[in-house]
């Protein structure tokens, strides 16, 4: 059974940075689709950033390009998501998830088959 442990959330002001972290027990990222989901209280679940790990493409929702950036380390089965200039518009409940394959046309949808605990991310003004 593969696992996910999210880690890094926080509390920071407006304009500040938080790195999180996906780890992934089991199965290495090898051919695996990882990405990183978010909900705030209210409102729909929205698919923040993907990594297709076999050929790093990398996707993002429009409202974090440029300020969120997704990478992962395969050596040590790790997923991050880097968040910069952060918004109180950013703040949710952050969730890793996994899939064996995501393209521009699917990685923002909720049709992954491993979920994580979620991390909470708050952003003050």
């Known amino acids: 059974q593969v696992q996910l442990v999210e880690s890094g959330g926080g509390s920071v002001q407006a304009g500040g940075s938080l790195r999180l972290s996906c780890a992934r027990s089991?199965?290495?990222?090898?051919?695996?689709?990882m990405g990183w989901f978010r909900q705030a209280p209210g409102k729909e679940r929205e698919g923040v950033a993907a990594?297709?790990?076999?050929?790093?493409?990398?996707y993002y929702a429009d409202s974090v390009k440029g300020r969120f950036t997704i990478s992962r380390d395969n050596a040590k089965t790790t997923v991050y998501l880097q968040m910069n200039s952060l918004e109180p518009e950013d703040t949710a409940m952050y969730y890793c998830a996994a899939r064996p394959y995501c393209d521009a046309s699917n990685y923002a949808t909720g049709d992954y088959a491993y979920w994580g605990q979620g991390t909470q991310v708050t952003v003050s003004s």
């Open positions: 990594i297709q790990t076999s050929n790093s493409r990398t």
């Open positions: 089991r199965v290495t990222l090898i051919r695996t689709c």
